[in-house]
């Protein structure tokens, strides 16, 4: 909770360990990697990093099915070489940020383990362990019909115990049952050994999901993913764990926090991050505006639908405007890249620039996915056998299911999130200069073209642009604290949105087609008198007070 503002001016960079640069030549990104790009991550201008789970784990998700939540994977370095990454990174002026991930532990920690060996286990209460239900003809049933996000049904008979365990995402991520003070006690001695080590925040994995409603009653209409979402969501009971935490631990530290929370609309977000007193979490991660092309879960594909994004990012600015703080993102491990998705391939660089500034310019902390700022774009992986993510197969089971082998297929390669996943690129050498060996996932074959050595070399490239971007933002007090206004909220080819500071103003246009357009600014924004700060296109004619907007082009005036 930093009570310093220090978090409203900064940049984020993300890294997913496994693939961010392997330091050791075993295939596996590392913090030896890391170590040798510290230099490059600096160079971006962000402020600091948020690293997803570093702990070791049996990695059923990826890191994020924990089982020692105090030490670090040995695929990526120990605790030692933790250590000097965080000095490393701080005297380079970048914070460093971890991944909590406290709604679920491992199946192989020794919590889970402890409390699956005997009902009277001190350690039995620190999951949600319940005997089964009776069905018709006796035949035993889970205690509800909650379903999971990852696994099918969110329960998992344990026989020796006669009883089930909860959990919402795969069956080796049981759930942690938070209503225990004993097991926020543990939540509150992991945050102070990250923070008495130096560490400078956490973002709080899936944190809006850690109360559960009393009794755990059935839920209706039955859906076969997260069925029961109701009475696991942003539940009342999270805020109390969140002040509880806020007030023992965090508020003892100058110290950031940013929680994730799966469909949580800007006025639920409120809840915790109003300032003033009530705070609880510096900022919340939005997911409305990643669904623009989908409806509820990446898998339910839709038309990408531009006023749905725009109402969605609108929503948010004008919600926390003068009362929350916004967490700004288009890509993170979660979801497949941007540029396949709401921009095009065939115009990589012009609608990679867009989409930077499109959200960089917004109000709110800048976060950026590894690899983002180089246009990485989905691998589109054409067998199932390739994928790795839990996630990814359990949606391929429930999808060919409903709608056959090869669309379900086709959904894939375009949804799913281990498009975000591929190491990445950085250079046109073998295993595009990731490792010096064979990776453990597979390489974009883009690589040779898409890579950081050569966008490095052109001052035009988009990673570049992304430099420039964030180190505009940072000097611009404008861009910072400045008021946010949609124009045309209406129209299908456009985003426009103004910011506003004692009497300057920024006038941010974004065209989404490939196909030209004309845009017209308002009369009372004279285009031709104002400073062209960022583009995508080298010349620029005007056509009235406005122009025939080619492919992805981008503007952004000072006026
Ligand atoms: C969050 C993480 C995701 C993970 C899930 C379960 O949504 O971002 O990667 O699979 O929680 O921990
Ligand atoms: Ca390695």
Redesign the pocket.
């Known amino acids: 909770m930093a009570y310093t503002q220090w978090y409203k001016e900064m940049a984020v960079y993300q890294i997913w360990p496994r693939s961010f640069c392997d330091g050791n030549g075993d295939g596996i990104g590392d913090l030896w990697g890391v170590l040798e790009k510290l230099d490059y991550i600096k160079s971006l201008n962000v402020d600091a990093i948020w690293f997803?789970p570093l702990y070791p784990s049996p990695n059923a998700?990826?890191?994020?099915?924990i089982a020692d939540y105090k030490s670090i994977h040995p695929d990526f370095g120990d605790l030692e070489l933790f250590r000097r990454v965080l000095e490393e990174a701080h005297k380079r002026g970048l914070k460093v940020f971890m991944?909590l991930?406290v709604?679920?532990s491992s199946d192989e920690h020794p919590w889970f383990r402890e409390s699956r060996s005997a009902k009277d286990s001190p350690y039995h209460d620190y999951y949600y362990w319940r005997p089964g239900r009776k069905g018709p003809l006796g035949k035993r049933l889970p205690p509800n019909n909650w379903t999971s996000?990852?696994e099918g049904g969110a329960w998992e008979y344990d026989s020796n115990l006669d009883e089930y365990y909860l959990h919402?995402?795969?069956k080796k991520?049981p759930d942690l049952n938070m209503s225990n003070p004993k097991v926020r006690a543990e939540v509150k001695d992991i945050l102070r050994f990250w923070l008495d080590l130096g560490v400078d925040g956490f973002r709080e994995?899936?944190i809006t999901f850690t109360g559960k409603a009393p009794g755990l009653p059935n839920s209706y209409p039955k859906l076969p993913i997260a069925n029961g979402m109701k009475y696991f969501s942003n539940r009342p009971e999270v805020y109390d764990y969140l002040r509880e935490f806020r007030d023992e631990v965090l508020s003892g530290y100058d110290c950031f926090t940013v929680g994730?929370s799966?469909l949580t609309t800007a006025d639920i977000a409120l809840r915790y991050v109003t300032e003033g007193e009530n705070k609880v979490l510096d900022e919340m991660i939005s997911f409305s505006h990643m669904e623009a092309d989908c409806f509820m879960t990446d898998m339910i594909r839709r038309p990408f639908d531009l006023k749905k994004m725009k109402r969605a990012f609108s929503e948010w600015q004008y919600k926390l405007a003068g009362r929350g703080w916004n967490a700004l993102y288009i890509e993170?491990?979660?979801h497949a890249r941007i540029i396949s998705r709401y921009g095009s391939e065939e115009y990589p660089a012009e609608s990679g620039k867009m989409l930077a500034a499109m959200y960089i310019l917004q109000r709110g902390t800048p976060f950026i996915y590894q690899g983002q700022e180089i246009g990485m774009t989905n691998i589109r992986l054409p067998e199932i056998g390739m994928y790795k993510?839990?996630?990814s197969h359990n949606n391929y089971r429930i999808f060919s299911k409903l709608l056959g082998k090869k669309k379900a297929m086709e959904l894939l390669q375009y949804s799913s999130?281990e498009n975000a996943r591929t190491p990445v690129q950085w250079d046109s050498s073998a295993n595009a200069g990731f490792s010096s060996t064979r990776p453990w996932f597979s390489v974009n074959p883009n690589y040779t073209a898409v890579n950081v050595a050569a966008q490095e070399a052109d001052p035009g490239s988009l990673l570049n642009f992304y430099r420039s971007l964030l180190s505009y933002r940072k000097s611009s007090p404008l861009v910072l604290y400045g008021e946010y206004r949609e124009l045309y909220p209406e129209d299908n080819s456009f985003y426009t949105y103004e910011r506003s500071y004692q009497g300057k103003r920024l006038l941010v246009i974004c065209h989404f087609s490939s196909v030209p357009h004309g845009f017209m600014a308002p009369a009372d924004m004279e285009l031709i008198k104002g400073r062209l700060l960022f583009s995508n296109y080298k010349t620029h004619s005007f056509n009235g007070n406005g122009f025939i907007a080619r492919p992805w082009e981008l503007r952004v005036y000072e006026l």
């Not at 998700?61 to 099915?65: H, Q």
Request: charged residues 30%; glycine residues 4%; negative net charge.
């Open positions: 997803s998700d990826y890191g994020y099915d991944d991930v709604n679920h996000l990852f919402l995402f795969a991520q994995d899936v994730e799966p993170n491990h979660d993510d839990v996630a999130r």
